[in-house]
């Protein structure tokens, strides 16, 4: 009976150490017949079936993942990259090519140099590869804007703000 | 660090939602989901044990330990009761020997070789979630396919195969950072929820599978010792979050009942009762009869540590270890005192699977008290041992795989309770039950996956169930027992057919 006593205090202490990630269904064993099935043979167990009263989440889910509403990319990381460039003015937006031109930014702190980005959506997906930023960056001369260098790393910045911000808009969705 | 996918797997994204939940958008009222499964299959079924029983056989015995018939009059069909009988309102505890029978009535059965089964099950889904957080919401399977159909000795009171019955009924409650709670019929985490070890993503399972459909209960001839055999008996289980890749579960269940205080009828507590924890013929109750709900044993809890993760790049490894410890219900002497005659359960498993590119292999080894079928030993019986390894391998739409099984067990009992003395004694060496009951087979089948929720299967298994001494077919009588004694019993099964799982 010891050995089990300290597997119970093993258990215990660890997770009173640490906080753990929240395990869905199908990662535990089962042997009902209707879970096997689909698991065996690539359906997803939690969007299978006949929704008899609610919401059918996982059609929204699946809807907003890009395969309606007329978006053909990803649309978490459509909106996700929509709203890190809100702060720019917006020159054009194709969603079917996943496409995000700006226009010139002038920072109110920084009159002398500007900038635009040039974003593109390239994945149905949901993935850390799926979007592409470009920061331009132009400096005033003596009048005349003429291009400079972005500082190194904007352009994956950016890119990483947009990823947050796609996983925060999946979470919302997928939470609610 | 920017490169790891974000959420291309539901298991990562499951993980974030934990950390982007905002409480705002975090409620959701309940959606009540239908769901089912449907299995067909031919299967060409070669077996021995095919003696017949009209229920009339003479010179034939049956044990009845659980049924109640004191106090009331009840058609028992001519069978003459030969055993003790306590007091009117308890229970039949001794063997009933069969009347006459017809001459000419007994033998051997000519059965064919070749059987349609059919599996039909529905599943109704509940799933909500609070502001705080907290997911609820509860799963309830019917089944049509538990029965095993009419057995001829009951005559009209039987049920048919197809007669619908819960299988597995429960409400969950999960939190992010607590774990979740299921509580109701269920498997246990050494019972099927976090088992490692156990290859059967192919076929219908390959020795584990559906091939116990189609052959007679001759000997018993089932691989029920397997973590789904523990019984999904009414059960609370706590399941942790993942920490570092491993994981905790724990289960208790205070009987073997499945629905909760069954078998407790209103003015006779008998053997089948979830809360009678001494009767009349507990000893002979240790394997589970009647679908698993009637037992010797009590107070089962289960407890299971298990690890995931990736190791090397594509390669996943698996392992558990899990503990299934119980009581065990006394028996009553003739002088009405309660003989503590049963161990408990007293049961490590272990088990261990890796995956690459496809392949997935593993085995698991189980040791301890019990005996086949997850049964309690009775005083003086010797502890058992199971081994299972597979191998399966996925294609694309084609799954392949085999796995094996074999363990060594007690088998029956070599000591017998002495109602008139309260002693457990041992049998004579060398008499039937003295010896160890080996039972071993294997399997082999192919998936073809049509769609997602539909396949074909093909599927080959073999199980053999041996013990010295032993006559494996009851009901054979006279020279032809003692002739049978000590040979196989097996069940070879080649089955074809189709599932759909909605």
Redesign the interface.
């Known amino acids: 009976m010891k050995t089990p006593i300290i597997l119970i205090a093993a258990a215990v202490l660890l997770t009173a150490c640490s906080s753990g990630r929240l395990q869905e269904r199908d990662e535990f064993g089962t042997d009902d017949q209707r879970e096997l099935i689909l698991r065996q043979t690539g359906a997803n167990p939690r969007d299978a079936g006949l929704v008899l009263f609610g919401v059918d989440r996982s059609r929204q889910q699946a809807e907003a993942g890009g395969t309606g509403g007329g978006i053909s990319v990803n649309a978490f990381l459509w909106r996700a990259t929509l709203e890190t460039l809100s702060f720019m003015p917006l020159a054009s937006a194709d969603p079917a090519g996943g496409v995000i031109i700006t226009d010139w930014y002038a920072p109110p702190n920084a009159d002398n140099e500007r900038f635009k980005a040039q974003a593109y959506v390239l994945s149905r997906q949901l993935r850390s590869d799926g979007v592409r930023v470009q920061i331009f960056r132009q400096v005033l001369r003596g009048g005349q804007w003429v291009d400079a260098p972005a500082s190194a790393g904007t352009n994956s910045e950016m890119e990483d703000r947009v990823l947050s911000r796609a996983r925060e808009l999946r979470g919302m969705v997928a939470s609610r | 660090m920017?490169?790891?996918?974000?959420?291309?797997t539901?298991?990562v994204?499951?993980?974030?939602?934990?950390?982007?939940?905002?409480p705002a958008?975090?409620q959701?009222?309940?959606?009540?989901?239908?769901?089912?499964?449907m299995?067909a299959y031919w299967g060409y079924t070669l077996q021995n044990g095919r003696s017949n029983n009209s229920g009339l056989a003479g010179g034939t015995t049956q044990q009845l330990t659980t049924g109640s018939v004191g106090g009331t009059a009840q058609n028992l069909g001519g069978l003459a009761i030969t055993g003790p009988i306590p007091a009117a309102g308890g229970t039949v505890g001794g063997p009933l020997a069969v009347g006459a029978a017809p001459a000419g009535i007994d033998g051997a059965t000519r059965m064919g070789t070749t059987d349609f089964v059919v599996?039909p099950?529905i599943?109704f889904?509940i799933d909500?979630?609070l502001a705080n957080?907290l997911a609820y919401g509860a799963q309830i399977?019917l089944?049509m396919n538990s029965l095993e159909g009419r057995q001829f000795t009951q005559r009209r009171s039987s049920a048919p195969r197809t007669t619908m019955s819960i299988?597995?009924a429960w409400i969950y409650m999960?939190?992010?950072?607590f774990?979740?709670i299921r509580f109701g019929d269920e498997?246990g985490p050494v019972g099927?929820?976090?088992?490692a070890g156990w290859i059967t993503?192919f076929g219908t399972g390959g020795v584990f599978g559906a091939w116990e459909q189609f052959g007679t209960r001759a000997a018993n001839n089932r691989t029920m010792t397997a973590?789904?055999g523990i019984g999904d008996n009414s059960k609370i289980v706590y399941?942790?979050?993942?920490?570092?890749g491993?994981?905790?579960g724990?289960s208790f269940s205070p009987n073997l009942g499945e629905g909760g205080s069954s078998g407790c009828p209103n003015d006779i507590a008998s053997a089948s009762c979830d809360r009678a924890w001494a009767f009349r013929g507990a000893s002979g109750a240790g394997i589970t009869a009647a679908g698993g709900s009637i037992g010797a044993r009590r107070n089962e809890f289960q407890?299971s540590?298990r690890y995931r993760g990736e190791i090397m790049p594509g390669l996943g490894v698996q392992a558990s270890?899990g503990?299934l410890?119980s009581a065990a219900a006394r028996d009553i002497t003739n002088a009405g005192a309660s003989a503590r005659t049963m161990r408990g359960l007293d049961v490590w498993m272990f088990g261990a699977q890796a995956s690459y590119a496809g392949f997935t292999v593993g085995a698991a080894y189980s040791t301890g008290a019990f005996n086949w079928f997850w049964g309690n030993l009775i005083r003086g019986s010797r502890n058992g041992q199971q081994v299972t390894a597979g191998i399966q391998y996925t294609m694309g739409p084609v799954?392949v795989g085999g796995n094996i099984v074999s363990g060594l067990f007690e088998g029956g009992a070599r000591s017998a309770f002495d109602p008139a003395t309260g002693a457990v004694n041992a049998l004579a060496p060398g008499s039937a039950g003295t010896a160890m009951q080996r039972r071993w087979g294997w399997g082999v089948g192919a998936?073809y996956?049509l769609?997602?929720?539909?396949?074909l299967i093909a599927e080959y298994a073999y199980h053999s169930i041996r013990e010295p001494l032993v006559n494996p077919d009851i009901n054979l009588a006279g020279a032809a027992a003692a002739a049978n004694a000590g040979r196989r019993a097996q069940t070879q099964v080649l089955l074809v057919g189709t599932?759909?799982?909605?």
């Open positions: 920017r490169k790891i996918l974000l959420g291309t539901a298991v994204a499951a993980g974030m939602l934990s950390a982007v939940v905002t958008a975090a959701t009222a309940p959606t009540v989901r239908i769901g089912g499964s299995a599996l099950a599943n889904l909500a979630k957080g399977a089944n299988d597995e999960r939190h992010p950072t774990g979740e498997d099927g929820l976090m088992n993503g973590p789904g399941l942790s979050p993942q920490y570092f491993f994981d905790f724990a407890l540590a270890v503990y410890g799954t998936n996956r769609a997602p929720g539909l396949d599932r759909l799982a909605f």
